[in-house]
């Protein structure tokens, strides 16, 4: 996840890795870069959690990447 400096324009952005599609495989892992849109914090996105995205993806700077996805919390990682 990146946080944006209060100076520059508000988004929020990170990327998410397909891990339940890659289970038993030893190639490297699908990533897809979401970024929220005038955003500094999206509430219970956090690492580790298990998300459902819905939106277009696009190419930017190499890596897959969607805009203002639609999300849907599946589960998160409880912290200690």
């Known amino acids: 996840m990146t946080y944006q400096p209060a100076n520059e324009q508000a988004h929020f952005s990170a990327i998410v890795v397909d891990r339940i599609a890659h289970r038993g495989e030893t190639g490297p892992l699908?990533?897809?870069?979401?970024?929220?849109l005038g955003r500094r914090k999206v509430p219970g996105i956090e690492p580790g959690s298990v998300l459902r995205l819905e939106g277009m993806v696009t190419l930017r700077d190499g890596l897959p990447t969607m805009?203002?996805?639609r999300y849907e919390i599946l589960s998160r990682q409880e912290h200690q």
């Open 67 to 69: 805009f203002n996805p």
């Open 30 to 36: 699908a990533r897809l870069r979401v970024i929220w």
